[in-house]
């Protein structure tokens, strides 16, 4: 029996907890402690995890194979992830895409001089999703790619949302248009913005005594986030929302229809549909967590992505079993 | 601006000629010559392309990067893939799953004699479908996966056909079960066989004056190719089956059916919608070739299957692109 996986966790939002289920689902790999900012002690009694202040992380050196980075990409992950690289193997889901390059060069710097491999930006999009436009692209260079958000939950619309003077709360799903997917399905390849393949559903609480009207035509109005939109908004009661929209489903497709030979039409499709977003985004991490010990094992330093990793590493089956059984 | 790849090409069927196509789709990549087993001077007028005896490929040692194998499973590849692996680069698309550990083996000390690299058993099934068997088995481990396959042709049961008494011509679709697959879809995990995820569709000229009730019930009770499948035989003319069943679509679909934390349902799906086998595959092989041949320059030798190879091998593209373009 090869020794267990060690791994940390840093930060216990929503992600984090999605992490000690995920880890509890590989048998390979042990959790040691989870790194947070707020007071470890209060933590303490919650479960039957060990808590340690983030300050605490130096600590453990050589008693942690990877650290996976459980934060958020706009401040945490920026700051944390160099920081930990430096001293850690790591696996994040760093998403901001347009950031994505300068990221890379700074964990990148930090990976190398720790003699540490990180890997980066992984998760469904980007990751698994990122790993099809590749594949697809790479397999039918001539042809048009269509990426699908949803059904599922945009923090940064519902944030949106409950901005509006006179709304409680709220939320937004972001919601593929289904006949524009039939259409690419059946071989079309229209051009498409983003407006043109989803719609916004909102679910608003108004606040008593508020005027619906005139939050509905503030939402369906505000630029950038909704007025270029075919947008609905449905009021609910505070218990609706809570009973019905509690939960974080998510998913979505990549569609790459090409071309080979004369006119001859290939498509390939790429789809999730998930109950929950951040326990899925938790259990692709940690596959990437196995790779990262195993890539580093073999002498791999800096920063990765999906893009650079092998499928046979994130398997704890070696590469005869995954040959004989899955090939 | 890098030196193009230069392809040779093992064999002329279907798939060779799907491998030309492919080549001239993608810009970094120049076709060498064809090798076959037939005599290269009748083939020479056809297109304009080199032919030469599959004897000759000797001489090319030093000017030819990868050989794309085109042969068959059964009796062409076993031999001709580590005979040619030790002397070039190799792509094969191998598909007795049942064989490819040996087949493995067998490549794998010819490449390393050689000191070149082979990359066998890539396609989509053994190859894209394998990846997504094992991606979503390492993100999912608690789960139940689904290939299905089709709709499209299968070569062994349209042979199967063609045997049957009395039977001129005849083609076979394997057909997936639309509502076994959205039961799947909606989270369902069945235990489910072959026979209970597809249908036999059979097309069949029947030779003038021949016993169509017989040849319906010989096919439909054929051992291990039709009788434990619900199977539909339908009567055509020999026009119908040329201008209606001459295409070689396939595709089929990966499904894996998951569960994280508390019972949370998350679904993985991969699908393919062909028009052609055949050039769909070729295109697969070319990607694939142009991986073997950066993996080989980087130093690696032996043989690799798809498991092996990470995706930002088989893009153009350079690492820093794509994670700009495409994470």
């Given at each position: 029996?090869?020794?267990?996986?060690?791994?940390?966790?840093?930060?216990?939002?929503?992600?984090?907890?999605?992490?000690?289920?995920?880890?509890?689902?590989n048998?390979?790999?042990?959790?040691?402690a989870?790194?947070?900012?707020?007071d470890?002690n209060?933590m303490?009694?919650?479960?039957g995890?060990?808590f340690?202040?983030?300050?605490?992380?130096?600590?453990?050196?050589?008693?942690?194979?990877?650290m996976?980075?459980?934060?958020?990409?706009?401040?945490?992950l920026?700051?944390?992830?160099?920081?930990?690289?430096?001293?850690?193997?790591?696996?994040?889901?760093?998403?901001?895409?347009a950031k994505?390059?300068?990221?890379f060069?700074?964990?990148?710097?930090?990976?190398k001089?720790?003699?540490?491999?990180?890997v980066?930006?992984?998760?469904?999009?980007?990751?698994?999703?990122?790993?099809?436009?590749?594949?697809?692209?790479?397999?039918?260079?001539?042809?048009?790619?269509?990426?699908?958000?949803g059904?599922?939950v945009?923090?940064?619309?519902s944030?949106?949302?409950?901005?509006?003077?006179?709304?409680?709360?709220?939320?937004?799903?972001?919601?593929?248009?289904?006949?524009?997917?039939?259409?690419?399905?059946?071989?079309?390849?229209?051009?498409?913005e983003?407006?043109?393949?989803?719609?916004?559903?909102?679910?608003?609480?108004?606040?008593?005594?508020?005027?619906?009207?005139q939050?509905?035509?503030?939402?369906?109005?505000?630029?950038n986030?909704?007025a270029d939109?075919?947008?609905?908004?449905?009021?609910?009661?505070?218990?609706?929302?809570?009973?019905?929209h509690?939960?974080?489903?998510?998913?979505?497709?990549?569609?790459?229809?090409?071309i080979?030979?004369?006119?001859?039409?290939?498509?390939i499709?790429?789809?999730?549909?998930?109950?929950?977003?951040?326990?899925?985004?938790?259990?692709v991490?940690?596959?990437y967590?196995?790779a990262?010990v195993?890539?580093?094992?073999?002498?791999?330093?800096?920063?990765?992505?999906?893009f650079d990793?092998?499928?046979?590493?994130?398997?704890?089956?070696?590469?005869?079993?995954?040959?004989?059984?899955?090939?």
């Amino acid at each position: 029996m090869t020794q267990l996986i060690r791994v940390g966790i840093v930060g216990y939002g929503n992600l984090g907890r999605g992490v000690v289920q995920a880890i509890s689902q590989n048998p390979d790999m042990t959790l040691i402690a989870v790194f947070t900012r707020r007071d470890p002690n209060q933590m303490e009694a919650e479960v039957g995890i060990k808590f340690e202040h983030i300050s605490a992380a130096e600590k453990y050196i050589g008693e942690i194979d990877v650290m996976i980075l459980c934060g958020g990409s706009a401040t945490d992950l920026p700051e944390q992830t160099p920081q930990l690289a430096a001293m850690f193997n790591t696996v994040d889901s760093f998403d901001t895409h347009a950031k994505i390059p300068e990221f890379f060069e700074a964990v990148d710097q930090a990976a190398k001089q720790g003699k540490t491999l990180s890997v980066i930006s992984t998760g469904w999009d980007p990751g698994l999703f990122s790993l099809n436009r590749l594949l697809t692209e790479s397999i039918l260079p001539v042809g048009d790619e269509y990426t699908f958000w949803g059904k599922g939950v945009s923090q940064g619309h519902s944030d949106a949302i409950r901005r509006v003077p006179g709304v409680k709360a709220g939320v937004q799903y972001t919601v593929p248009i289904e006949s524009v997917i039939d259409r690419i399905r059946s071989g079309e390849t229209p051009e498409l913005e983003t407006r043109d393949k989803h719609l916004r559903q909102c679910f608003v609480v108004a606040e008593e005594g508020a005027d619906q009207e005139q939050i509905r035509q503030t939402i369906v109005s505000m630029p950038n986030y909704f007025a270029d939109y075919e947008t609905t908004v449905t009021f609910i009661t505070e218990e609706e929302l809570k009973t019905e929209h509690h939960g974080m489903p998510h998913g979505g497709f990549v569609i790459r229809s090409g071309i080979t030979g004369h006119k001859t039409k290939q498509i390939i499709e790429f789809g999730l549909k998930l109950e929950s977003n951040p326990e899925f985004t938790a259990s692709v991490l940690v596959a990437y967590a196995r790779a990262a010990v195993r890539l580093h094992n073999d002498g791999a330093v800096g920063a990765k992505t999906v893009f650079d990793i092998p499928f046979g590493l994130l398997s704890p089956k070696s590469a005869a079993e995954l040959r004989k059984e899955l090939l």
